[in-house]
């Protein structure tokens, strides 16, 4: 059967099979990590593992929520992801409607301009971004850790694909019934880039939801540690509760998994789009 098959199909077959191999694996973490959230540490570094909770507890999620702010942690997640998601899609929308339909001079410059800075990776604007996040005096706020990262040239550039994608009459119609830019944008434009919009939303909410680095040089209170600080700061116990830690892991996993599977079909689209036109 084997020689019977074309070379691209050995490919292929090769290919799937290494994928498949790589998606286990990766699956497989996830449900160890989710396993042993439910088991006391003891049983987590008993040899030979149980790769079933033959005895299942919550007692890990309970000292999760009861000994430790992670309420407070999961909270402070929610409203710093919530608000930048919010101010990334109307900014970046706003942007990339400027780009793909308005003519003014220099637009292409402009935007091969804001597209480069995709190249510069953020950790080394770090130090700059500091001194002018503390000259604002706003250090130890949930300002510091939305602000700085509402500027999204990917979202922009993802939009901007989106929104080009849409035919000109459209705008062009609305214009001889005479609405305004913002009247166009509001109600044709943006309905119609719901699913661009969604993929944004998305990438925005994950990658703010999981950035550690930036969020941690401005943590200086405990009243504003988001969940990856305030998991991360679990790791520093001399005596590590691995099954808390791993608690701590599922709370700060869940939501993300929640969020890809119920908006997949807009992520998928909207990738897809931004991806082949331009």
Not at 251 to 263: G, Q, R, T
């Amino acid at each position: 059967m084997w020689e019977k098959l074309k070379k691209a199909d050995k490919i292929d077959l090769i290919l799937n099979f290494f994928i498949v191999i790589f998606a286990l694996s990766n699956v497989f973490i996830l449900y160890w990590t989710f396993a042993n959230s439910f088991q006391y540490t003891y049983t987590i570094v008993k040899v030979p593992p149980e790769l079933f909770p033959i005895r299942p507890t919550i007692h890990n999620f309970t000292n999760l929520f009861e000994g430790t702010n992670a309420l407070k942690w999961t909270f402070n997640s929610l409203f710093v992801a919530a608000t930048t998601t919010f101010l990334v899609v109307i900014m970046s929308s706003l942007s990339a409607y400027g780009f793909a339909k308005l003519k003014f001079f220099g637009r292409n410059t402009l935007f091969l301009i804001l597209i480069s800075t995709l190249m510069i990776p953020k950790e080394i604007i770090f130090i700059p971004l500091f001194q002018t996040t503390r000259a604002l005096g706003l250090i130890g706020t949930y300002s510091s850790m939305i602000l700085p990262n509402t500027a999204f040239p990917l979202g922009v550039f993802l939009m901007r694909q989106f929104y080009q994608s849409l035919p000109d009459e459209l705008r062009e119609s609305a214009k001889i019934d005479g609405a305004k830019e913002v009247t166009i944008f509001i109600k044709i434009i943006m309905p119609l880039g719901k699913a661009g919009l969604a993929a944004l939303a998305i990438m925005t909410f994950i990658s703010t939801w999981n950035d550690y680095l930036w969020q941690l040089i401005l943590t200086t209170k405990e009243s504003i540690k988001t969940l990856p600080i305030g998991i991360a700061s679990l790791l520093q116990i001399i005596n590590p509760d691995y099954g808390l830690r791993l608690a701590g892991s599922v709370v700060s996993v869940v939501p993300m998994l929640v969020l890809f599977i119920a908006f997949q079909k807009y992520f998928t689209k909207g990738i897809t789009i931004g991806a082949v036109k331009g």
